[in-house]
T-cell receptor, first 113, second 116 residues
Framework: KAGVTQTPRYLIKTRGQQVTLSCSPI?????VSWYQQTPGQGLQFLFE???????NKGNFPGRFSGRQFSNSRSEMNVSTLELGDSALYLC????????????FGQGTRLTVV | AQKVTQAQTEISVVEKEDVTLDCVYE???????LFWYKQPPSGELVFLIR??????QNEISGRYSWNFQKSTSSFNFTITASQVVDSAVYFC?????????????FGQGTTLQVKP
């Protein structure tokens, strides 16, 4: 069974640009969550999508957005990039209820210069 | 407020030593789940264990064991006879409330270095 796949693995962008990250969950999983990991703030929840609907959202500005497609693949977009957006972005895939564990991808390392 | 505290920022041990990673959580919910994840240098978070709030049984899996105590709101993780391959960052996480599926609250992580 294939794991969670995130693309690309590494990205370098310039301030003011926008970026789109992709996540393909484990086959059969309908929930995809996104997390931002930075040395200062640790792991922080961005949002969760389930059956193409945003089900939960963390405390991030509107520049961070996402969507989920009918095949459960998800994308997150960050517009008007800031230096502070440099982070490891992790995607988690799960069955969608509390009684299941979340499996994570290897992440996308975004560097904003 | 919901919170997870891992007070140990870094731990360094010599191979074959036992090591315990501490995790203390806060939640007002009666139904919640606790997790431990391992993050090797590659960056991926590797699932280790899930425990729900109604199951206080300790668990052992090979060299790993977990001690869940609701009375002290703790969910500690012990590695017996540590190995160099155990070197990683370990995260404790909380999933609480029926409306918060997918929203894990993580501790700050404990970096474990196992020296040969």
């Amino acid at each position: 069974k294939a794991g969670v796949t995130q693309t690309p693995r590494y990205l370098i962008k310039t301030r003011g640009q926008q970026v789109t990250l992709s996540c393909s969950p484990i086959s059969g999983h309908r929930s995809v969550s996104w997390y931002q990991q930075t040395p200062g703030q640790g792991l922080q929840f961005l949002f969760e999508y389930f059956s193409e609907t945003q089900r939960n959202k963390g405390n991030f500005p509107g520049r961070f957005s996402g969507r989920q497609f009918s095949n459960s693949r998800s994308e997150m977009n960050v517009s008007t990039l800031e230096l502070g957006d440099s982070a490891l972005y992790l995607c988690a895939s799960s069955g969608g209820n509390m009684n299941t564990e979340a499996f994570f991808g290897q992440g996308t390392r975004l560097t904003v210069v | 407020a919901q919170k997870v505290t891992q007070a140990q920022t870094e731990i360094s041990v010599v191979e074959k030593e036992d090591v315990t990673l501490d995790c203390v959580y806060e939640t007002r919910d009666t139904t919640y789940y606790l997790f431990w994840y391992k993050q090797p240098p590659s960056g991926e978070l590797v699932f280790l264990i899930r425990r729900n709030s109604f199951d206080e049984q300790n668990e052992i899996s090979g060299r790993y064991s977990w001690n869940f105590q609701k009375s002290t709101s703790s969910f500690n993780f012990t590695i017996t006879a540590s190995q160099v391959v155990d070197s990683a960052v370990y995260f404790c996480a909380l999933l609480h409330g029926s409306g918060n599926t997918g929203k894990l609250i993580f501790g700050q992580g404990t970096t474990l270095q196992v020296k040969p």
